[in-house]
């Protein structure tokens, strides 16, 4: 059974950075890819990044440039650095983890939330202006 616990929310100013961090446990191989997520209070949960089997990063628009995803593989723990924070990037943010597709590239990773069977139980982001 795989377990995912996210850590390292909270609350900032506007321009600060967070660096938020996902332990992964249970079957997670390296054919398992991973992805961050955010849901805001009457809004859908959104990708905001995913790291490919090869280590291939994907971000959507919002955040690139500023969001890194990165993994230590040794320690099955996915990590979302996040910086020059904006009011808007207030939400609860989810890791998780899906088995590659037998038929998808290595480098590809889906940022589509209904892909994903495993997830944590999320940790808050606040940022102020």
């Known amino acids: 059974q795989v377990q995912l616990v996210e850590s390292g929310g909270g609350s900032v100013q506007e321009g600060r950075s967070l660096r938020l961090s996902c332990q992964a446990s249970g079957f997670i191989d390296a054919n398992y890819y991973m992805g961050w997520f955010r849901q805001a209070p009457g809004k859908e949960r959104e990708g905001v990044a995913c790291?490919?089997?090869?280590?291939?990063?994907s971000y959507a628009d919002s955040v690139q440039g500023r969001f890194t995803i990165s993994q230590d593989n040794a320690e099955n723990t996915l990590y979302l650095q996040m910086n020059i924070l904006k009011p808007e990037d207030t939400a609860m943010y989810y890791c998780?983890?899906?088995?590659?597709?037998?038929?998808?590239?290595?480098?590809?990773?889906?940022?589509?939330?209904?892909?994903?069977?495993?997830w944590g139980q999320g940790t808050q982001v606040t940022v102020s202006s």
């Open positions: 790291i490919a089997v090869d280590g291939s990063p």
């Open positions: 998780a983890a899906r088995r590659r597709p037998p038929d998808s590239s290595a480098w590809y990773c889906s940022r589509t939330s209904s892909k994903f069977p495993h």
